[in-house]
């Protein structure tokens, strides 16, 4: 998530309420200290629970179960929204895009990863494309970085996915590549 950030460290997230939106049942932000406040929001919430109880209680973190319309959080209330391949397990990715961005303040930090151009299947029903996250989430943030992995076995068969990050490749992709989209940018103030 450091990587995702583009950050050395979680001093960013210093007394801040940060939010990571499928988080899943291993509270994905406890490797971090520092927040105000730490919030997994996931639609399987209360199922984690029944399968990893004792785990999820002593996360010193707060699990939030959401709909796949909407997220029980204020209007701005967070100022770190994280989402890590995530938004294709939706079944409408504007609709949960739209609540992230609402419980975001304005100037607050999105941080995405996007899994792009992958086949739907039951449990991804969505296929994200670069032209639907241009045209979605773009117009809604100012970009710090956005950076494009080719997937390693396709391109470069010795390098893994995640490596190909780090030497800062800013393509945009087809319509066809299977790749990883990283995305950092500020909710701008006119949404």
């Known amino acids: 998530m450091l990587g995702m ?46 399968c990893f109880d004792n785990e999820m209680v002593n996360d010193d973190y707060i699990y939030v179960k959401s709909t796949e319309k909407r997220i029980p959080i204020p209007t701005e209330f967070v100022d770190v929204v994280y989402t890590m391949n995530s938004m ?17 303040k304005t100037g607050g930090e999105f941080i995405g990863s996007f899994n792009m151009n992958e086949p739907p299947t039951l449990n991804e029903p969505q296929t994200l494309t670069f032209d639907l996250i241009e045209k979605t989430l773009f117009p809604k943030l100012r970009i710090e970085h956005r950076l494009v992995a080719f997937n390693g076995n396709f ?3 010795k390098i893994g996915t995640y490596d190909l990050f780090f030497d800062d490749v800013h393509e945009k992709p087809s319509e066809k590549d299977k790749c990883i989209l990283w995305v950092r940018g500020k909710k701008n103030i006119d949404n």
């Open 88 to 104: 294709d397990h939706t079944d409408n990715f504007e609709i949960m895009l739209c609540e992230l961005l609402r419980i975001l």
């Open 5 to 50: 950030a583009q950050e050395q460290s979680d001093i960013f997230l210093k007394d801040k309420v940060v939010v990571d939106f499928g988080c899943g049942p291993r509270g994905s932000l406890v490797w971090t200290k520092v927040p105000k406040l730490r919030i997994g929001v996931d639609v399987l919430a209360d199922k984690y629970f029944d």
């Open 155 to 157: 391109l470069h068969p």
